[in-house]
């Protein structure tokens, strides 16, 4: 197989996303798998010793659906590409299932399933660390904002450098219209964030303030003022991790009852509770209640405190 090949398969991972609905189930438990292998890892594993990182993972970055059929992919893998990229192993009568019927979470920890990377793609991956780092580069670019990318490796045990974009990221045409919106939308919101009007400047380089995508470019979010925010670093990856949500008519901030906090973090954060966001200079680019709702939906730790 050639290095191309290889990085077409996790690029073409079948990821259930009808109507906008988030699935990084596949992804999150490839990264997992791709670290093992980095580390060494030298045979398939038992579901039973996947299970509680692939739970605290889905947790952390899932959606609020949470992990309650967390098993899936890793059956679901083993018939994509008929086991070309995932190998699976256990009593023939489970196996030889139809593709469809997934055994259920205690067969797989009791009859001791076994899966993981196919022995050809896991020592490739082990030889080749810079296909390895292209590979973990596709999987976090093709499903996750930038903003979680550091977060995700430290919890799968993946150093931060390995970590290459994919190619696709570089399109020219799509970098220039990510990167004229990114301007159009801080302007929009008079260079604050729209939360906590940090306005941090240096000369006349703001420091800290972003662009953020509301619905996810890679839940295909368009690039348009209306599906932005201009946030600093610290709200933007709160919001991007679900932290806080917007409502989609009233547009207020609405924090989720999973964030814990102590001291001055928790006064500061409360404090925006229920506040409304500071609005754009134009009504006309106002956020859009589609993408808020999808952003309630997909990324938001429901349930909301109340207000
Ligand atoms: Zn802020």
Redesign the pocket.
Known sequence: MTNQEIRQLFQDIRVWQQGGKRAPHKPLLLLLAISRAIQGEVTITEYSAIDSPLKSLLQKFGPSSGPASRHYPFWHLGTDFDGTLWQLDGPKEILERPPGKTPTLTELRDLNIRGGLAPKIRERLQRDIRLAAEVIGILLYTHFPATLHEDILAEVEIPARFILPPVHEFDRQEYRRDSTVRQRILKAYNYR?C??N?DLRIADRFVGLEAAHIKWVQMKGPHEIRNGLA??S??HKMFDYGVFTIDPKAHYVLFSQNANASGPTAEKLLSYHGAPIISPQKDSHRPASAYLEWHRDEVFKKPARGV
């Open positions: 964030c939360i906590c940090h946030l600093c610290t709200h």
